[in-house]
């Protein structure tokens, strides 16, 4: 159906390293975006792609919008203990749908 | 400028009472949801409201939940004869129309025992 996959569910990682995790679909989206949620806080907006093939970059944060309008992914490089929290990718699908969300990726960092 | 307020934070009731979570979205924004985020879990859609349109309550999970929107712009999230599975983060999100990217609140924490 119109689920987004996010991968991973979880992950621990050094500071210092670099994070890369993604979203994938079956169907096509025409916006992705993603948000951050620390914990006792609401998710906040990080990244926004309108375009396939866009690579938009906020910070020590990339994103990409790929190709085939299915998937995106998210880098973090460089990690702090401040990047700790959950990520969740979300995307328009085409038509009068409201936003889907993925189920989140669990970032932990490791001083 | 002010973002998306939620009150209260944080709300404890015993099971079947009836509970009422507000919502006061960005000025100016059309669109306003609701959505269940359970205990390290991601987001469940509940609601959303788009101007005058009817809402669409497609995520709504049973009959006990229902949510009005007022004037076009603050909102009430009414949990009647709350269970216990019905503990969870409320959250509220907010934007300037369907297809534009989505500003939440801090969530209500409800807990009912």
């Known amino acids: 159906g119109q689920q987004l996959n996010q991968s991973p569910q979880s992950m621990f990682i050094q500071e210092g390293e670099d994070v890369s995790m993604n979203c994938t679909s079956s169907?096509?989206?025409?916006?992705w975006l993603w948000y951050k949620q620390e914990p006792g806080e609401g998710p906040v907006l990080l990244i926004a792609?309108?375009?396939?093939?866009e690579l938009t970059s906020n910070g020590r944060l990339t994103a990409q919008f790929g190709i085939t309008r299915k998937d995106s992914f998210l880098n973090i490089s460089a990690s702090i203990p401040s990047d700790v929290g959950i990520y969740f990718c979300?995307?328009?699908?085409?038509?009068?749908?409201?936003?889907?969300f993925g189920k989140g990726t669990r970032l932990s960092v490791i001083a | 400028g002010a973002g998306v307020s939620q009150s209260p934070s944080n709300k404890v009731t015993e099971k079947g009472k009836d509970v009422e979570l507000r919502c006061d979205p960005i000025?100016?924004?059309?669109?306003l949801y609701w959505y269940r985020q359970s205990l390290g879990q991601g987001l469940e859609f509940l609601i959303y409201f788009q101007g005058n349109s009817a809402p669409d309550k497609s995520g709504l999970p049973s009959d006990r939940f229902s949510a009005e929107r007022t004037g076009g712009s603050v909102s009430t999230l009414t949990i009647q004869r709350t269970q216990q599975e019905d503990s969870a983060v409320y959250l509220c999100a907010s934007s300037q129309g369907t297809y534009n990217e989505q500003f939440f609140g801090p969530g209500t924490r409800l807990t009912v025992l």
């Open positions: 169907s096509i989206f025409n916006t």
């Open positions: 792609l309108y375009k396939a093939g």
């Open positions: 979300a995307g328009f699908l085409s038509g009068n749908t409201p936003l889907v």
């Open positions: 000025s100016g924004h059309t669109a």
